[in-house]
């Protein structure tokens, strides 16, 4: 994987969270209570729900987090080099995932 089509698969998956983000706003949205429509379990049902989508909303704040900084990386011709030992990262790996930033050897000690 080149740093061009690594860049343009990340702004793709950044665009793509986005407009998840966009989706999902009215799951995130905080649940009132209408004890004529809506009973307890009902409204149990709509807080997991919530509480859900608020996770999602925080796993692609944290995707986006990562996407930038290999964004970074790509403009600082760092990107492709593991940042704990500095070794190349296995192309496979890029490919599958271009936003890590470590190699598997450094990635399983931890």
Avoid: N
Wanted: net charge negative.
């Amino acid at each position: 994987m080149t740093e061009e089509e690594a860049k343009a698969a990340l702004i793709t998956r950044k665009q793509e969270l986005d407009e998840e983000d966009r989706i999902s706003d009215e799951a995130r949205a905080p649940v009132t209570l209408q004890q004529d429509s809506v009973g307890r379990l009902s409204r149990m049902d709509a807080m997991q729900q919530q509480a859900m989508a608020q996770a999602q909303e925080r796993r692609r704040a944290a995707e986006r987090t990562r996407i930038s900084a290999a964004l970074t990386r790509i403009d600082e011709g760092e990107w492709g080099y593991c940042a704990r030992c500095g070794e190349e990262i296995a192309e496979k790996r890029l490919e599958h995932d271009p936003s890590v930033t470590t190699c598997v050897g450094c990635a399983s000690r931890g």
